[in-house]
């Protein structure tokens, strides 16, 4: 029991509007108590001897206590082992990249050129207006060569 006892929990606002609608006040300090003994304590009540209003309370609250209670237990063991398998993947996937990009930039400067011309090779290109001006048909511009993703204006 010692590893279900919690020192907190989150109390919604949602929680305290639903049980506030309970008119009488000594059911309204039920709920709280059920609430609170079953979110500290993991004590569930007896809903069959509780107020109506008081065990509906309890019962719609319940499963955001439970829900809670697994999130907490599962921080404590580092997580959820899905979550950790596809943080490890990405990871493993992110460090790739870096290498990928780290064996790119310590390319001498002709490996570089020839990766750009592989590149060009592989994407659309098309021409696009520039710094320098050069006439180009009827339109004047300079020639850039730049993937499609902008028109030229």
Same mark, same amino acid.
């Given at each position: 029991?010692?590893?279900?006892?919690?020192?907190?929990?989150?109390?919604?606002?949602?929680?305290?509007?639903?049980?506030?609608?309970?008119?009488?006040?000594?059911?309204?300090?039920?709920?709280?108590?059920?609430?609170?003994?079953?979110?500290?304590?993991?004590?569930?009540?007896?809903?069959?001897?509780?107020?109506?209003?008081?065990?509906?309370?309890?019962?719609?609250?319940?499963?955001?206590?439970?829900?809670?209670?697994?999130?907490?237990?599962?921080?404590?063991?580092?997580? +959820?082992? /899905? $979550?950790?398998? *596809? %943080?490890? !993947? =990405? +990871?493993? /996937? $992110?460090?790739? *990249? %870096?290498? !990928? =990009? +780290?064996? /790119? $930039?310590?390319?001498?400067?002709? !490996?570089?050129?020839?990766?750009?011309?592989?590149?060009?090779?592989?994407?659309?290109?098309?021409?696009?207006?520039?710094?320098?001006?050069?006439?180009?048909?009827?339109?004047?511009?300079?020639?850039?060569?730049?993937?499609?993703?902008?028109?030229?204006?």
């Amino acid at each position: 029991m010692e590893d279900e006892v919690r020192n907190q929990f989150t109390f919604y606002r949602s929680f305290f509007e639903a049980v506030f609608k309970i008119k009488n006040k000594a059911a309204r300090a039920e709920a709280y108590d059920a609430i609170c003994k079953y979110a500290l304590f993991n004590d569930a009540p007896d809903v069959d001897k509780m107020s109506d209003a008081a065990a509906i309370a309890f019962m719609l609250i319940k499963p955001n206590l439970d829900a809670s209670r697994r999130k907490a237990k599962s921080g404590k063991k580092g997580g +959820n082992t /899905k $979550q950790m398998a *596809s %943080k490890a !993947e =990405a +990871n493993s /996937k $992110q460090s790739g *990249s %870096k290498t !990928e =990009a +780290n064996d /790119k $930039q310590e390319q001498p400067a002709s !490996e570089k050129e020839k990766e750009k011309e592989r590149e060009k090779e592989k994407g659309e290109w098309r021409v696009e207006m520039g710094d320098g001006r050069k006439k180009m048909g009827e339109v004047p511009c300079s020639v850039r060569m730049v993937r499609i993703t902008n028109y030229c204006h």
